[in-house]
């Protein structure tokens, strides 16, 4: 599956109703965010059951505001809604590669059972 960008209107509908979603937060002038851009999309295409989302931080500068962005690329990754991952910098391919599976293998059920209990 191809990347998508998405608006702030999108964002927690993409995030919430997808098991595992991928975050880009670039801009067109940024270096190191549009020699990321292949290995991101080169990413997409072998993991069709993941959403390679990707978020233009001048367009939607009030949703980078909110996502608390100090850098680009900054790369994200949610798990049933919840942010597991959250890195700035662009990955090479093997790291992107390993970030995806550690976030298909990771039990976020069980992680967020364990925060419930340490809070109550």
């Avoid at 549009?34 to 500068?61: C, G, L, N």
Wanted: with cysteine.
């Amino acid at each position: 599956m191809a990347t998508r960008d998405i608006t702030a209107q999108e964002f927690n509908d993409t995030i919430n109703e997808n098991d595992i979603v991928l975050v880009d937060f670039w801009a067109s002038w940024c270096g190191p965010c549009r020699a990321f851009a292949p290995t991101y999309s080169a990413s997409s295409e072998k993991h069709p059951d993941i959403v390679y989302a990707k978020v233009d931080t001048e367009a939607e500068q009030q949703l980078a505001a909110a996502a608390d962005i100090r850098s680009i690329p900054t790369l994200m990754a949610f798990k049933k809604g919840k942010l597991v991952f959250n890195q700035a910098g662009a990955l090479p391919p093997a790291a992107l590669e390993d970030l995806i599976q550690q976030v298909k293998d990771f039990d976020i059920d069980a992680a967020i059972a364990a925060q419930d209990n340490g809070q109550s």
